[in-house]
């Protein structure tokens, strides 16, 4: 759907008008995207470390000054040896879920894109003085206020109150927006339903007064549903968003595509009017579609494909008939044409009957050859005889949109080159660059499908931290990245993603915070240098798709790379191997604080945490592990 150009939208106050109770809106246009451009990420004051107390928990800070001394307290405090005796997820209750629907972004979102969020930021993504001590317990005040990694108190001495939130601000700017666009959705839904009462209700042949009636209620309804779409993208392109925001925002899109398409249907019967008056008008909808998703050969979809029959206002009759699939080359979906299918791919279960309503559903969806790592799309057709007011028979053929892309697999081991595919189409479509908003806001959706974890409510999303390690990491801070970046990316972060998805236990550690994740060498060597020996943490490796286990040995902070041969086969995963290594007494688990957006490092007892997950036949014990290297 193309944007409409600025100077042609149509106010809401204008054009939004309830035939009862008159402007429905409390802001119009230009304030809305005011705010919206006042609410684009601002680089955060992120400190590192804010406070540690060594009978609770490690805390880092998320530069809100606020006090979690008191919050988490281990059931059991005091040294090591002394842990909880069956720890708990910090990240919540893992229940993997199946994902939500994914829909592909929209055409016509702004290229005039922000300065990065973090364009401030060094090399290293996290701005802190490491040379500051911030686990000298001399750091933190008798009162327990938390002090930021300069050693400044986070409490405003003058006021006694404490400084902003920015991810709350943000947070509380983007739900704004979204429920100003929920409300502009509600209205042009009345409005549509509205305009199709007054279609259907007008006397044929049509007069010249009522056309244009219609013709401007159409093009009022264009302009506000363009509007929408754009603001939208702009959504999409100039803020982080969460990831139940950025469901909000692809339920939007999705509601918009059907008043789009709805609304072209009226606007084509409008035109009939001026002619004869009386060929019906048709067309069909993706209502639901589980795409872009990579899908097993010969395994029937995990979620329901749903299409409906519309049709125009006046002549709103629902034949019976057969609703058919047919694979269209990916390329096929900006044009809207049918290229030829080069994939060799085919569908199966793909003929449907609609029901009373006008839905096909098809449930049952397969495909039996795969698509050798190219990504396809399906389009649905009919075609059926309908008689209109006169007694004339018309025969109709209609076909849909294509769907989102699809990649079908031979072998699980395709699975990140396909989810590679699916990410770089769903985030560029048909653009060489686009911003890292957009970028982000795309990866943490894929990420939790790859995670398998509900995108409502996230057990482990990716956090501030995290984007920011990747973006400094991989993209160098750039407020735009080109698909070239995104390769380079990807040859990273896809076979670790396929890790942590498929290896055995590797997701529940994920999960659990067991394994950190994403910090850098210099992080973690500050963490670990004054702890006591056999403290280690697992983190993913910055030079490679593998974890690293950094630990405290008797001399230094020391850095093993895990390779594959440590974990290889059913019978050896990596808590096998952390088991094995004798010398690693204490495993550090990370969590997030929501309230304050704080990181927190727990200490946990390696046999309690992972004993769940040790492999029956114990493999004999190694003497250890003496190989050193210097993770980049």
């Not at 108190?153 to 400084?163: H, I, L, R």
């Not at 209109?388 to 892309?405: C, L, Q």
Request: glycine residues 6%; aromatic residues 10%.
């Amino acid at each position: 759907m193309d944007g409409t150009p600025e100077s042609s939208f149509v106010e809401p106050e204008a054009e939004f008008m309830d035939e009862n109770a008159g402007n429905i809106y409390s802001m119009t246009n230009d304030e809305l995207m005011e705010m919206i451009k006042n609410s684009m990420d601002q680089p955060l004051n992120l400190a590192d470390i804010n406070s540690y107390d060594d009978n609770k928990a490690f805390m880092f800070g998320g530069g809100n000054g606020y006090d979690n001394s008191q919050q988490y307290q281990l059931n059991t405090p005091g040294s090591v040896g002394s842990f909880q005796s069956t720890p708990q997820s910090n990240f919540g209750d893992f229940s993997p879920s199946t994902v939500g629907n994914n829909f592909g972004g929209m055409n016509s979102y702004s290229q005039s894109l922000p300065q990065s969020p973090y364009s401030d930021v060094p090399s290293s993504p996290f701005s802190s003085n490491l040379a500051h001590n911030p686990y000298n317990p001399s750091v933190n005040s008798p009162q327990g206020n938390q002090f930021n990694s300069r050693g400044n108190n986070n409490v405003n001495n003058a006021t006694g109150q404490q400084p902003i939130d920015g991810n709350q601000i943000r947070a509380s700017r983007n739900a704004q927006a979204i429920n100003e666009l929920n409300s502009m959705i509600e209205t042009v839904t009345k409005s549509l339903e509205k305009l199709r009462r007054d279609q259907k209700q007008v006397a044929l042949p049509i007069s010249h007064e009522n056309f244009s009636l219609l013709e401007e209620d159409q093009r009022k309804l264009k302009n506000s549903i363009d509007w929408i779409d754009k603001t939208l993208n702009n959504l999409m392109d100039n803020m982080h968003l969460e990831s139940n925001e950025m469901n909000q925002i692809l339920l939007l899109e999705q509601e918009l595509h059907f008043f789009s398409k709805q609304l072209g249907l009226y606007c084509l019967e409008l035109q009939n009017f001026q002619k004869d008056g009386t060929i019906p008008c048709y067309g069909l909808h993706i209502v639901v579609q589980p795409f872009p998703d990579s899908v097993k050969q010969h395994k029937a979809i995990d979620e329901h494909l749903a299409v409906r029959l519309l049709s125009g206002a006046k002549f709103d009759t629902r034949p019976a008939c057969t609703i058919r699939a047919e694979i269209v080359d990916s390329s096929a979906q900006k044009s809207g044409g049918s290229k030829k299918n080069s994939s060799g791919a085919s569908v199966e279960n793909g003929e449907k009957l609609i029901n009373e309503s006008g839905i096909a559903t098809f449930n049952d969806l397969k495909f039996p050859t795969g698509t050798r790592l190219k990504s396809i799309r399906l389009k649905f057709s009919a075609r059926f005889n309908v008689s209109d007011s006169r007694g004339s028979i018309h025969t109709v053929s209609i076909e849909s949109a294509p769907t989102n892309a699809i990649v079908v697999k031979t072998n699980e081991n395709q699975w990140h080159e396909a989810e590679g595919i699916l990410l770089k189409k769903t985030a560029f479509a048909n653009f060489g660059e686009i911003s890292w908003h957009r970028f982000s806001n795309w990866l943490q959706r894929r990420y939790l499908g790859a995670t398998k974890q509900n995108v409502q409510s996230p057990v482990r999303p990716l956090s501030t931290y995290d984007f920011q390690y990747i973006h400094a990491l991989k993209f160098d801070n750039k407020p735009i990245i080109s698909q070239k970046h995104f390769d380079n990316f990807w040859q990273w972060f896809g076979p670790l993603l396929h890790k942590i998805r498929y290896q055995r236990h590797v997701l529940a550690l994920w999960t659990r915070g067991y394994i950190c994740g994403f910090l850098t060498r210099e992080e973690v060597e500050s963490v670990l240098k004054n702890e006591q020996i056999g403290t280690f943490l697992i983190r993913v490796s910055e030079r490679c798709d593998q974890f690293a286990v950094s630990y405290q040995s008797a001399e230094m902070v020391k850095h093993y790379l895990v390779k594959n041969d440590d974990t290889h086969g059913a019978k050896r995963t990596l808590p096998d191997f952390l088991r094995d290594y004798k010398d690693f007494a204490c495993i550090l688990q990370l969590s997030i604080d929501k309230a304050t957006n704080k990181r927190i490092l727990r200490r946990c007892d390696k046999e309690s945490v992972l004993k769940e997950f040790y492999s029956k036949k114990a493999a004999n014990s190694s003497p250890g592990y003496v190989e050193v290297i210097s993770v980049q």
